[in-house]
């Protein structure tokens, strides 16, 4: 099992930045590829971002370039950049039981934060 708990997220301009956070517990950390996702209102949930534990990563077209996953010990953090009023979402953390795969499809992960809201103004 493993527990994961999102921090961050919150209002900005368009252009501005923001840092989301995720802590997991339980299984050790290594042993997961981690990814974050987005849903929209009335959309469905997209790919983001994904680090395997090797520190491989792989993004999304529409976010390459302006965000960054990472991870630190047992958090992995989004840092994201140039922000426009289309990144306005809810944000969820998940983690991937396989550890060698970068996976874009959310029926992968396995583990879920609680999601954060990230609002972008223009």
């Known amino acids: 099992q493993v527990q994961l708990v999102q921090s961050g997220g919150g209002v900005v301009q368009a252009g501005g930045s923001l840092r989301l956070s995720c802590t997991a517990s339980?299984?050790?950390?290594?042993?997961?590829?981690m990814g974050w996702f987005r849903q929209a209102p009335g959309k469905e949930r997209e790919f983001v971002a994904a680090?395997?534990?090797?520190?491989k990563t792989y993004y999304g077209d529409s976010v390459k370039g302006r965000f960054t996953i990472s991870r630190d010990n047992d958090t992995v953090i989004l840092e994201m950049n140039d922000l426009k009023p289309d990144d306005t979402a809810v944000y969820y953390c998940?983690?991937?039981?396989?550890?060698?795969?970068?996976?874009?499809?959310?029926?992968?992960?396995?583990?879920w934060g609680q999601g954060t809201q990230v609002t972008v103004s223009s």
């Open positions: 998940a983690a991937d039981a396989d550890r060698n795969e970068l996976r874009v499809g959310d029926w992968a992960y396995e583990y």
């Open positions: 339980g299984r050790t950390f290594s042993d997961c590829s």
């Open positions: 680090e395997n534990w090797n520190g």
